[in-house]
């Protein structure tokens, strides 16, 4: 049997804000949207975070950012309900700004949908949730 392989070890929260600060550029985001094939754009985060005194590689990055957008998402769609109490995740303001309703442009995201008829599941499909 091959040998387990080593867990990563656990983010700090400085770690994460510094991620999010890098994956929230809006060079890195338009790199995201342009491509499914975006491991050269998480090996660029990774530079940026080694940069800023973190060794994590792109797949670790890739993996943090995909947990965090989930973590985001959960939190969205519980606080969409009406009768939902209000939900949060951790860093969700710093989140928000990247993947809430408004996009780095000042148009909301939703109004893109008025085309194909849209509604909630198209506007979670424009946030990524």
Same mark, same amino acid.
């Given at each position: ?18 991620? !999010? ?21 998480? =090996? ?6 080694? $940069? ?5 590689? #792109? ?15 959960? #939190?969205?769609? #519980?606080?969409?309900?009406?009768? %939902?109490?209000?939900?949060? &995740?951790?860093?969700?303001? $710093?989140?928000?700004? !990247?993947?809430? #309703? $408004?996009?780095?442009? =000042? ?8 085309? =194909? ?5 198209? %506007?979670?499909?424009?946030? =990524? &949730?």
């Amino acid at each position: 049997m091959p040998p387990r392989a080593r867990r990563s070890p656990v983010w700090s929260n400085g770690e994460v804000l510094d991620l !999010i600060s890098v994956w929230g550029k809006e060079a890195v985001q338009s790199q995201l949207r342009s491509s499914h094939r975006n491991y050269d754009t998480f =090996g660029q985060i990774s530079r940026a975070m080694v $940069e800023r005194g973190h060794d994590r590689d #792109a797949l670790q990055c890739r993996v943090k950012v995909k947990e965090l957008r989930n973590a985001y998402c959960k #939190a969205h769609e #519980a606080n969409s309900r009406s009768s %939902a109490a209000p939900t949060t &995740c951790c860093f969700y303001k $710093e989140l928000n700004a !990247i993947l809430g #309703a $408004e996009d780095h442009h =000042g148009h909301f995201r939703a109004q893109s949908n008025k085309e =194909g008829g849209g509604g909630r599941a198209a %506007a979670k499909q424009e946030r =990524g &949730c």
